[in-house]
């Protein structure tokens, strides 16, 4: 196998691990654009004008978080775009990873601050900060913990050194 074998297996690995990034990405993409959506259409609601000053605060940061969500896991297509065809996929695969597990952090955040804002609206009560916390405590475990422990055994079960 000359080196151009190689640089071109790693050019199609890329692009099966980008066409795989793109699929997984789908999911979290519409779901932070439909959040944002109903985060920005709540201003024009009448009991906006209602909420208090601390409410207000937080209702900005979720908008800030969830603009700045969506901007990131739409940021991988962009990115994309300039570095198409210009024999950059495995750059292209890294850096769309971390975009997309930055995009997720931030969505994770927004739904959490999404969560306590409605729940302190809806109840008066600071009860939602915990609630809020136990649910973000779950999204740890969903989308870091199990994850990683699964990672483990499959390397132990394959004999693969632990990174």
């Known amino acids: 196998m000359t080196e151009s074998d190689g640089q071109q297996d790693s050019e199609e690995e890329a692009d099966r691990k ?8 789908r ?3 519409t779901g932070a654009q439909i ?3 109903f985060l920005i259409s709540v201003v024009f609601t009448p009991r906006f004008t209602q909420i208090s000053p601390g409410e207000r605060a937080l209702y900005d940061v979720t908008v800030v978080l969830g603009a700045i969500a969506t901007g990131t896991l739409i940021a991988p297509v962009a990115f994309h ?3 198409a065809g ?8 890294r850096a769309g990873a971390k975009m997309i597990i930055l995009g997720l952090v931030l969505l994770g955040l927004t739904v ?3 969560l306590v804002l409605l729940l302190h609206v809806a109840t008066g009560s600071s009860v939602a900060w915990l609630v809020a916390g136990a649910v973000m405590l779950w999204f740890v475990v969903c989308w870091l913990v199990l ?3 699964a990672l483990r055994r499959g390397r132990r079960a394959s004999g693969s050194p632990a990174r």
Request: proline residues 6%; glycine residues 10%; hydrophobic residues 60%.
């Open 27 to 29: 999911v979290a993409q």
């Open 35 to 37: 959040l944002f959506g």
């Open 18 to 25: 980008w066409t795989e990034m793109l699929q997984e990405v």
């Open 147 to 149: 994850p990683l422990l």
């Open 81 to 83: 775009r300039f570095l």
């Open 112 to 114: 959490g601050a999404a």
């Open 86 to 93: 210009h024999g950059m996929m495995p750059e292209l695969v």
